[in-house]
């Protein structure tokens, strides 16, 4: 049984920086590629980034490029975001989630090719 279980969140003030952890157990974690996305308060759930199973190439939405970054430990079966230079609008629970290598970047921002998730953890950021 596959299980995800995210861990890290909490309430930061604008400007700080968190660590996401992702915690895979029931699979092989470099057979999979792994993406967090996050869904704040009505709104959908939206792609953050992701990386395929070897570890490279990364993807990030627009949003985060240059302040997240995604990564991972195979041998730990953990993934990682860093999230540096927070702001209010990244507020939102954040979820992780495992697929196999996909082959375009498209196809890794779209949650409808993940096929397992976290519960998510909330992150709050406050002004």
């Known amino acids: 049984q596959v299980q995800l279980i995210e861990s890290g969140g909490g309430l930061v003030q604008a400007g700080d920086s968190l660590r996401l952890s992702c915690a895979a157990s029931?699979?092989?974690?470099?057979?999979?590629?792994m993406g967090w996305f996050r869904q704040a308060p009505g709104k959908e759930r939206e792609f953050v980034a992701a990386l395929r199973g070897s570890g490279s190439p990364t993807y990030y939405a627009d949003a985060v490029k240059g302040r997240f970054t995604i990564s991972r430990e195979n041998a730990k079966n953990m993934v990682y975001l860093q999230m540096n230079n927070l702001k209010p609008e990244d507020t939102a629970v954040y979820y992780c989630?495992?697929?196999?290598?996909?082959?375009?970047?498209?196809?890794?921002?779209?949650?409808?090719?993940?096929?397992?998730w976290g519960q998510g953890t909330q992150v709050t950021v406050s002004s």
């Open positions: 029931g699979l092989t974690l470099s057979a999979y590629a």
């Open positions: 989630a495992a697929t196999h290598d996909l082959f375009t970047s498209s196809q890794y921002s779209s949650k409808f090719y993940y096929n397992y």
